[in-house]
Every structure is written in structure tokens, then in C-alpha cells.
């Protein structure tokens, strides 16, 4: 020890005297002139892979392309930039950062799913990985090593015991019931049919995650899980300008966080947003275990409770067990509501495919009952109608999160090196004439063969909505249940259509452009008419409503969390949380 603290004082020594005998003057041109060749070099090195990489707009040193990137759909740029380029991969630099973009369905499925292997993992995320949840999150989590991969599919087994395809099987009581009172909801307040659908997405996610219903649009978990989906969202955008600085810069994430790129950012709430979840799935627990044997075997037990029991095994952290809660509303929440807000629209801006819808339902169902899975057989059109439903504004409009290769790749003679983001332009796959003509047109027809405007797609299903290969949407089969049910119910009971103008009796139009700009984007507010379609069907939607109210009774309960000394103590240390304005803009506020 003592040796190398007169070695390294001896080092010093000279280097000081080397100074004095150069000056400082010249030692800081020394300085900056090795401080130039780096940029240089990193510069050449940016150049380098360029003319290797698919073709993009030209990088300007350490910033790239950054700062040409719109802030407003992003995603319609990168799809104008494919066609102006006249190639279906793009490169875009997020700074010394290549994101390759995919604007095209077939090459998506050969990169995704035929090397779903090599693009499994994620790339590093400055914002929403390691200042909000951390990528320890089964949706940000990388595979880059043994370790990593198989934390990855401990996440993802105690995922698909939530939400896989056989479990998802086992909620279409809770769906079939709570789409019943979706549309006796629609009945008695047709006004706010926003709520009432943010309502039945977070109940059926509530039911299955914490065996309790939300019954209010007004319950605060709505308003909780709603903020922090959409906060989320907002802050996953290309072009947002704060979060890509951060994303170019990664450095700026050491500084205090008074710094003006951290304002709006929501770091803390993200993370608050652990302990909200995790204080729900305690009070589900406490709840469940209180409950008689007989009132535990009238009732599914909840996902949380066979989480925990099976987290003991993996001795997860709070953050994780919080964050796999977290997912679940993020998979069946947020999405699922802003999926039937954009069903809703395409019936008023497109009245000819809705009359088609009923004439399909009049001759199979009739009046006297609703739809259910079981006719799904005899109902080709509301089949295809669904499938449009999913294609023509898709909610993760750009995919989800970026993937990113665990080695480098080459695809068309493209080299696509690892760790670089590569993200499919959802957007761009599902409007691309070649797969759907005139695609800003809701047409369910187009799904049948004998169609002028089928077109073979690289799925079966027709629509690359819930993302590709290893990291495909966990709730898939969960969104798509719920979809259908709601989608086939509200059209056989309801004639959905522009609203009024009360003073001039006018169909007031709707934008099939106007929507949000976040990850997750849902339309802008729009008034329509809800209204039943005939008198009998009137009769048969307040009789099933009263039904499914009482067969969900037993999942009737006020939840308590804010009264918890743990989330209060957790809500002081973050200090801000999400907030929705009456824009339907997510806000900072101060606790």
C-alpha cells in the first residue's frame, strides 16, 4: 500500500513538472486535441456503420439525427421517410445510437419471429428502464446472458399464469359479465362512454389481478392505473424531446435532478407506481385469506395470491412482484379501453359496415339474447370486423418497446448490429397499401378471400397488433377475448352513430385522424349517439345487466389502499404522481 502511494505521488510529480515545462496553455490544447480525436474517431466509427446499415437521413456527430425528429406521430414520419427512400428498413441515429426502423409486415416477421432468438432481448433505456421501473420489468427486461435470460422466464412463467392462453380461458364469465354491463352502462349514460369503457378494461383486470370489480368509473384505481399507462406512453415517443436528450445523452441522467431534461419526466411516479400495485395485491391477499373456505371456493382465486406463493420460490423483490401486477393493467387496462374508444369511432365515421354488422347479428342472434363466444362460428363478419378493429388504429402504435439483437446481423445485406434498437412501425405495417388497400378505410371485407382487397399477410390473424416473437404482448389472448365480446355485444345492441347538433340538428363530424400522441394512443374526444336498437333489445340489455351485476356480486368491495401505512409512507418519498387533465393530458403533481 505504501509502495504504490509513492509511485503514485511520484506519477504525479512528473506529470506536474511536465506541465510547467510545456505550460498550461499547451497542455490544454494538448488536451482538447486528443479530446477532438475522439469525436473524430466516434464520428468516423458513426459513418462507418452507417454505410453498412439500412439507408437513413445523414447523422450529424454525437447528436445524429435527433434533432430532426418531430415530436407530433413520429411514427408517420418514419413511415413517409421508408417510402420516400424507397426501402422498407431505415436507420434513424438517436444520437451515437442506431435505431433501425421496420415499415414493412413481412420483413418484421423474418427479423421478429423467424430470429426471435437473436431479437429477444431489449436494448438499454435511459427513462423509462433505469430512471423509472428499472429493467428489471418483464417489458424492459434485456437478454444479453445466461443470468438474464433466465430471470427473464421466471417473469414470464409467473406472467402467463395471469394471463396465458389457458388461463385466459377461465376469465370469459368475468369478461362476459362485465361486457353485459357495459352495455347497460351504455344505456343509462351514453355520454360517458370513455368512462364506462376505462371502467369494465381495469374491472376485468382488477377481478382477475385482486378478485374485486371496480363498480364506479369514479373509483380512484381507475385513475390511478389510467395516469400511470399513459404516462408511460408519453414518455416511450420518439421526438418527445427531454426523454430522447436523455436517450442521446446518457450522462445527463447523473446530474441532480432539479436539471430542466428531468421536468415532466415523472421518474419518482414511475416508481411509485411500484408500491401502488404491490399495496393492492396485500390488501387482495389480506382480503382473500379472511374469507371462509366456502366463500374461497365460490370464487377464482386472485393472480396476486398465486404470484406471491409462487415468487417465494425465486425470492423476488417488492419492485419485481410490483411490477408483474403493473403489467397485467398495462396489458388488459389502458390498451383494451383505447382499442374499443377507436371501435367506437370507426362506426361513426364509417355507418355502412355497422349495418352490415347488424344484419348478421339479426339473422344469427336475434333480440332476445347477446352474442357470446359460442356463435362466433356463425358470425364470419363480426369475426373480420374484430380483426379490422385491431389493424386500422392500433393502439401500440409503434410496437411496444424497441428489441434489440444479442449479436450482429445482417438482413438483405443490411448490417444490423447488436445492442442498436430496432423497432416495427406498427403504423406503417398496417397501412401499407400493398397488404390493405386504401387502408385508412374500415372495411371488414377485406379479410375475406373473394375480396377485391384481400391481400395475404405474413399471420393468420391478419394484423401484427400485439408485437412479434419472444416479446409479444403478454395479455394478447386476454385483449382479444375481451375485444370480441365487447365489440360483438355493443354492436348487436346498439346503433352507434355521429352525434347531433342540438341547435341545427346536424351530424357533427369525427376526425379518423384526431388521436394521442403517446406509445399507446387512443382518439381525441368525439361526442356520438349510443342508442338501442330496438325496444326488445332495450329489454334484453337491462335484463343480462341485472344478471351480470348479480353473478359479479361476489367480487363486490371497496379497496382501502390509500389508508395503508406503507403506500402513505411510499407516497411521501416520490412526492409527485400522475395526474390527467380535462385535455386528457398526463400532468406532474405534487403530493
Given amino acids: 500500500m505504501l509502495s504504490e502511494r509513492i509511485l503514485d505521488t511520484a506519477v504525479l510529480v512528473k506529470l506536474q513538472l511536465a506541465i510547467s ?13 486528443i479530446t477532438a480525436a475522439i469525436f473524430v474517431l466516434d464520428y468516423v466509427h458513426m459513418l462507418y456503420l452507417r454505410s453498412k446499415m439500412p439507408p437513413g437521413p445523414f447523422p450529424l456527430p454525437i447528436i445524429g439525427n435527433t434533432w430532426s425528429l418531430p415530436d407530433n406521430k413520429p411514427w408517420i414520419y ?7 427512400l424507397n426501402t422498407p428498413l431505415i436507420t434513424f441515429w438517436i444520437g451515437r445510437n442506431p435505431t433501425v426502423w421496420i415499415n414493412d409486415a413481412w420483413c418484421a416477421h423474418e427479423i421478429f419471429e423467424k430470429k426471435a432468438q437473436i431479437y429477444a432481448s431489449r436494448p438499454r433505456m435511459i427513462v423509462f428502464g433505469e430512471l423509472g421501473t428499472g429493467q428489471s420489468n418483464l417489458v424492459t427486461m434485456q437478454i444479453r446472458n445466461q443470468q438474464e435470460r433466465e430471470k427473464w422466464r421466471i417473469h414470464r412463467k409467473l406472467m402467463h399464469i395471469g394471463v396465458g392462453v389457458q388461463s385466459v380461458r377461465g376469465y370469459r364469465a368475468i369478461q362476459n359479465n362485465e361486457s353485459k354491463i357495459i352495455a347497460l352502462d351504455f344505456l343509462r349514460e351514453p355520454k360517458e362512454y370513455v368512462k364506462h369503457l376505462e371502467r369494465y378494461a381495469t374491472s376485468v383486470v382488477s377481478i382477475i389481478a385482486f378478485g374485486r370489480r371496480v363498480a364506479s368509473y369514479n373509483d380512484p384505481i381507475i385513475t390511478e392505473v389510467i395516469a400511470l399507462m399513459q404516462l408511460a406512453a408519453d414518455l416511450n415517443v420518439p421526438g418527445k424531446s427531454f426523454p430522447m436528450l436523455l436517450e442521446t445523452f446518457p450522462i445527463l441522467a447523473k446530474f441532480p435532478r432539479f436539471m430542466p431534461w428531468f421536468k415532466g419526466l415523472g421518474q419518482r411516479a414511475q416508481k411509485g407506481g411500484h408500491y401502488f400495485f404491490y399495496t393492492l395485491a396485500e390488501e387482495a391477499i389480506d382480503q382473500y385469506d379472511k374469507k371462509s373456505p366456502s366463500e374461497q371456493a365460490s ?15 425465486y425470492n423476488l423483490p417488492i419492485n419485481e412482484l410490483s411490477a408483474l401486477t403493473g403489467n397485467l393493467f398495462g396489458a388488459g387496462a389502458d390498451t383494451s379501453s383505447s382499442t374499443l374508444v377507436s371501435f367506437i369511432l370507426a362506426c361513426c365515421a364509417f355507418p355502412d359496415v355497422v349495418h352490415k354488422a347488424h344484419e348478421e347479428l339479426d339473422r344469427v342472434i336475434g333480440p332476445s339474447r347477446s ?6 362460428p356463425n358470425l364470419p363478419y363480426i369475426n373480420a370486423f374484430v380483426k379490422e378493429v385491431l389493424r386500422w388504429r392500433s393502439v401500440a402504435i409503434i410496437g411496444g418497446q424497441p428489441h434489440s439483437p444479442t449479436q450482429d446481423d445482417t438482413y438483405k445485406g443490411y448490417l444490423i448490429p447488436r445492442g442498436s434498437w430496432v423497432q416495427g412501425n406498427v403504423w406503417a405495417i398496417h397501412h401499407h397499401d400493398r397488404e390493405f388497400p386504401d387502408p385508412d378505410r ?12 384481400y391481400r395475404p399477410f405474413p399471420n393468420d390473424k391478419g394484423y401484427m397488433t400485439f408485437g412479434w416473437g419472444r416479446r409479444v404482448c403478454s395479455g394478447q389472448a386476454l385483449a382479444e377475448q375481451g375485444t370480441w365480446i365487447s365489440v360483438a355485444r355493443l354492436l348487436w345492441g346498439f346503433n352507434i352513430r355521429k352525434a347531433r347538433d342540438p341547435k341545427t340538428g346536424r351530424e357533427i363530424d369525427v376526425d379518423v385522424f384526431a388521436f394521442t400522441n403517446g406509445l399507446n394512443m387512443r382518439p381525441q374526444p368525439f361526442p356520438c349517439e349510443l342508442v338501442p336498437r330496438t325496444e326488445e333489445i332495450r329489454e334484453t340489455i337491462e335484463r343480462e345487466g341485472r344478471e351480470a351485476l348479480l353473478e359479479l356480486k361476489v367480487h363486490d368491495g371497496e379497496s382501502r389502499y390509500r389508508m395503508s401505512t406503507f403506500y402513505q409512507e411510499q407516497k411521501k418519498k416520490v412526492k409527485e404522481e400522475p395526474v390527467i387533465d380535462e385535455k386528457g393530458n398526463v400532468k406532474m403533481a405534487k403530493v
Wanted: hydrophobic fraction near 35%; glycine fraction near 4%; charged fraction near 35%.
Fill in 78 to 84: 418514419f413511415e413517409e421517410l421508408s417510402k420516400k
Fill in 442 to 453: 374500415f372495411y371488414p371485407d377485406r379479410y375475406f378471400e373473394d375480396n377485391d382487397h
Fill in 299 to 313: 370464487m377464482p382465486k386472485p393472480y396476486v395470491k398465486t404470484l406471491f406463493e409462487e415468487a417465494e420460490k
Fill in 371 to 376: 352474442p357470446h363466444w359460442d356463435d362466433s
Fill in 21 to 33: 515545462r510545456v505550460g498550461v496553455y499547451n497542455a490544454f490544447l494538448g488536451l482538447m486535441a
